[in-house]
Every structure is written in C-alpha cells, then in structure tokens.
C-alpha cells in the first residue's frame, strides 16, 4: 500500500509537455493548420540532447501563443527527414501549410521565442519579404541580410548604394 501511494504520488506531480511530438502518424493531419516551429532531432545527438530542455521552456512559454512547439525524431522518421531535407541535427523549421521558414539563430530559449513572435508579426504583412524562403548558401545569406538591412535600416535606395559601395569597396 504503500509503495502504490508512492508511485500514485510521484506520477501525480509529473508535469506533461506543452511540445506536441510529431510522428509519421500525425504530421501531416496536424501540421496542416496553424503556424508549428519544430525542432527535428535525434535521440542519439548529444546536442539535441542539451537543446531539448530549452526547446520545451520555449513552447511552455509560447503555448497560448498562436505558435505549436513540436520535436520530430527525425532519425525514426526518415520519410519526413527526406521531405524536408534534414541534413543536420538538430534543425528548426517553422512550417505553416505548405511555407517552410528555416530557423537559423541561437539555440537560446530567448533566441527561439523571439523568432516566433517576429514570424506571427511579420508573416502576414505586405511586401515583408524576411520571412520568404531565400535561396540557399553564402550567397542567398548575403542578399537576403544586405536585402534586409536595406529596408529595415536606412531606406532601399540608400542601401542599394551602400551595398555597391561595400562590393566595391568603395566604402
């Protein structure tokens, strides 16, 4: 008896995830609405292991927020790590629909909640072409934070010229 009311208690104070875990069974039905920001991982990558706390106090803090925190194993879930091209553990991924957003920044609670709020800010204004997919690679980088810098800091026209004259070295 009093083994069972051990057990009955500990299992009492157990606290249940605010992280949805994606698999081949749900992913498509759920993902199909609503804005997910998945963390794809492997269970056998040490640092996957170290980011997971954080990833769950993020969506503990997000859960109210129009924004699902989800974890996919991607290693048992090859067909989805092939769809998305999970080349490396862990990746990040905000998928709404049929858009996917590549996560980029820190592996921070802070970092991660951040980028959330700014995609539910930014995704649906006009002309806000941050969240678009940008092409791949260093040179797809470099546009997209000159493109960046450009509008968001000191006008298209002046960082048309600035950007040249940093090419060129001119400045």
């Known amino acids: 008896a009093i083994a069972s009311a051990l057990i009955i208690d500990v ?3 157990e606290k249940l995830s605010d992280v949805v875990v994606l698999d081949e069974d749900n992913f498509n039905r759920l993902t199909q609405e609503g804005v997910w920001f998945i963390n794809f991982y492997a269970p056998w990558c040490g640092h ?3 980011i997971m706390p954080l990833w769950e106090k993020a969506g503990t803090e997000m859960k109210d927020s129009g924004v699902k925190f989800a974890k ?7 067909e989805i790590m092939e769809r998305y091209n999970i080349q490396a553990y862990p990746t990040f991924k905000i998928i709404e629909g049929s858009k996917k957003t590549d996560y980029k920044g820190d592996h921070q609670v802070d970092s991660f909640i951040r ?3 700014e995609y539910l800010e930014n995704r649906n204004k006009k002309g806000s072409r941050r969240w678009e997919d940008e092409s791949e690679g260093v ?4 546009l997209g934070l000159v ?5 968001e800091k000191i006008g298209l ?3 048309i010229v600035w950007g040249m004259g940093f090419f060129f070295g001119v400045l």
């Open 147 to 151: 493109r960046q810098f450009a509008e």
């Open 139 to 142: 040179i797809g980088t470099m």
């Open 11 to 13: 299992g009492c104070t």
């Open 48 to 50: 996957c292991k170290r």
């Open 72 to 78: 996919l194993d991607a290693d048992a879930e090859t």
């Open 115 to 117: 980028f959330a709020k």
């Open 157 to 159: 026209y002046t960082g």
